[in-house]
């Protein structure tokens, strides 16, 4: 087998997103709470149950609700990241219920990036 390049390493990496990208087109919107013991001692649990709330309230069946581990900041937790279908991911902090409401209203239904809760936009990269 050849010796993998930067290159290569990117190609696979597109290719594996496109696969795994918002569930496989099976979604247009995807929520991920992140779950990490941090997460879940600050109140992880609460903004879950928020979402899952808003779904259910509002019959929205193209959202999928997921969890991940600990994104590295703990002091901001609780945290969740919004996946829109074809956008930047947008990483949220120091949630409550009351924001997560809001930011599902705002920008899984609206479309537009609640700023004052937003932490970053963006994926990070290695190269």
């Known amino acids: 087998m050849a010796k993998l390049k930067l290159g290569d390493l990117a190609k696979i990496r597109d290719q594996a997103r496109a696969v795994v990208s918002l569930g496989e087109g099976k979604g247009r919107a995807r929520i991920i ?33 997921s969890t991940s581990g600990c994104a590295g900041l703990c002091s901001r937790e609780p945290m969740a990241t919004v996946e829109l279908a074809g956008e930047a991911p947008v990483k949220y902090a120091d949630l409550t219920p009351e924001k997560a409401s809001k930011i599902f209203e705002e920008h899984v239904i609206g479309g537009k990036i609640v700023t004052e809760c937003a932490l970053a936009i963006g994926s990070e990269r290695a190269f």
Request: with cysteine.
């Open 33 to 65: 709470v992140h779950m990490g013991t941090c997460g879940i001692a600050s109140g992880a649990k609460d903004i879950m149950s928020a979402f899952l709330n808003e779904i259910e309230t509002r019959n929205v069946a193209d959202v999928i609700l």
